[in-house]
């Protein structure tokens, strides 16, 4: 190897050309080499078409153009999750990407809410949530940068083809230097004395050699879990959805700026409204269902024709005990799994690259405290996630037999005590490092049907007459402007409509 370190990712898909475009924005290329390894024999999940708002900043951090992106991804936006018969049969809400209602007082608008819901006198929390409240109705625009605005309290994330994304990143990365290398990995080298790899060789006999390399194989995890031996941390107990099926149909008149998630008997099925489709799926636990009955049910219930047959996938809920070892970082599903019930898949590769590069090693020798810092925040990243994801499934009514048993498993401490305080008065802890906070939290406590016994004592200070006025006029304000929106179709029309594929 020459003076330059040397960075190989080894599989493409979206997080193996997230982490190479990452590096092709940010990394000196006087001081570093980066390589893919890919092999077009191997074919990448690709599952995860819906996004989160972190996912706008990465694609500002690359300098990415949207219109440009959304065309060339079939990409349309979204303000957050619609969850249908999850809490009860017949119950439906949506997990925002926005605040709920905005200041009144000393305590939070929440706490005046829950105050105002217990003496009966309040509308539902969501018609308070201008991103729902316009979801609902089928309409976006972008933030208007107003912040006296209640059309400015929101975020936006997209829906967008997970093949086609990484088709771009790829063509991006490589106009800036990044080098692919084609080739189906035959063997992993390792140093004899450190145990760190060394290189990979490919079965036409080549050999990449590195410093320090990512492992985006998939779930097959190549290098982190096959080759050094990271063993997958288990959350089937927690999370026991373990098979998911996948099937594209004719995109709906119904052209939702969200993505929609059902509860079925033996999981839940997805629905992603895509410009030129609608992305669809079955998560499922196979000991509750058969593949040919989950099947049917995915087909059954489609909004528009089936363009393909439903591809099965097999999966483990669960992390990677260190997404760091040796000199190796896994990213996407070589590091871990989390169903994409939040989609949070692709937010998951987006951290990891943002930390790996924080974290970058200035020399070949790589100090273990570089590695304990990734390892600590990822672990994070993933634990509050998985917390989240199992409130879902946990505040439900148990009416087949896979509610029956989550609902009466042992929680993770981290999750049993954040549920006590909600139900004492609504409180919700922020945090600095991880993903959802507090309105994504109240969104779905309330939306399952879990309240809080009590307000924050800070809201009993106005009167009551005062806090009803003040909900009541801003819930007429945030329908109002919700009015004077146009339709999500009308809009991705006119701002980045994409050619027909």
């Known amino acids: ?127 308070y949530c201008f991103p729902i409240v316009t979801a609902l109705q089928n309409r976006f625009m972008l933030p ?47 140093d004899g004395e450190s145990g760190d790899i060394a290189a990979v060789k490919l079965a036409s006999g080549a050999r990449v050699a590195g410093d320090l390399f990512v492992d985006c194989s998939g779930f097959r995890s190549l290098l982190l879990g096959q080759t050094l031996g990271v063993d997958l941390e288990d959350w089937s107990h927690w999370l026991p959805c373990d098979s998911a099926q996948a099937v594209p149909s004719a995109r709906s008149p119904d052209f939702t700026p969200y993505t929609r998630s059902t509860r079925r008997e033996a999981g839940w099925q997805w629905r992603i409204p895509l410009q ?7 998560v499922y636990s196979s000991a509750d269902i058969s593949d040919d009955e989950a099947a049917a049910t995915l087909l059954a219930n489609l909004d528009g024709e089936a363009l393909a047959d439903p591809r099965v996938l097999r ?38 690259i943002m930390h790996m590069l924080t974290l970058m090693p200035s020399e070949r020798a790589i100090d273990p405290a570089l ?32 509610w029956q048993r989550v609902t009466a498993i042992d929680l993770p401490d981290t999750l049993a005590g954040k549920i006590d305080r909600f139900r004492h ?15 994504s939290w109240q969104a779905v406590f309330v939306g399952q049907g879990i309240e809080p016994s009590a307000a924050d004592r800070l809201a009993d200070i106005l009167p009551a007459a005062t806090v009803n006025e003040r909900l009541a006029n801003l819930a007429a304000t945030i329908a109002d402007a919700a009015a004077t929106v146009p339709s999500h179709a009308d809009f991705i029309a006119g701002y980045c409509p994409a050619p027909a594929p």
């Open 371 to 402: 590695r304990a810092e990734l390892n600590r925040v990822m672990d994070v990243e993933y634990d509050r996630i998985r917390d989240f994801l199992i409130l879902h499934y946990i505040a439900n009514e148990p009416d087949a037999p896979l």
């Open 276 to 282: 030129h489709r609608t992305g669809n799926g079955y």
């Open 1 to 127: 190897m020459g003076d330059k370190f040397e960075l190989v990712i080894v599989g493409g898909g979206t997080a193996g050309w997230m982490c190479a475009a990452a590096c092709a924005a940010k990394l000196d290329p006087t001081r570093f080499r980066v390589r893919l390894v890919e092999s077009e024999e191997i074919s990448t999940v690709g599952v995860g078409e819906a996004t989160l708002p972190q996912m706008k900043d990465f694609n500002d951090f690359l300098g990415l153009d949207e219109v440009e992106f959304m065309k060339a991804t079939q990409a349309s936006f979204k303000l957050g999750i619609e969850f249908v018969n999850w809490g009860r049969e017949g119950d439906r809400y949506i997990h925002p990407f926005g605040t709920f209602g905005r200041p009144i007082g000393e305590a939070d608008f929440f706490s005046y809410w829950i105050r105002a819901r217990r003496a009966g006198t309040v509308a539902p929390l969501f018609d």
């Open 425 to 439: 008065r609504g409180h919700v802890q922020a945090y600095r490092d991880g993903l959802f906070g507090p309105p």
């Open 144 to 190: 208007n940068g107003d912040a006296g605005d209640v059309r400015n309290a929101f975020a936006y994330a997209y829906h967008l083809d997970a093949f086609l994304y990484a088709r771009t990143l790829r063509g991006w990365a490589e106009a800036r230097g990044i080098e692919r290398v084609e080739g189906r990995i035959v063997e992993v080298e390792r």
């Open 315 to 352: 999966f483990k809920a669960g992390k990677r005990k260190k997404a760091w070892a040796a000199n190796c970082i896994g990213m996407g599903l070589a590091g871990g799994f989390l169903e994409p019930l939040e989609s949070t898949s692709i937010y998951l590769v987006q951290m990891a």
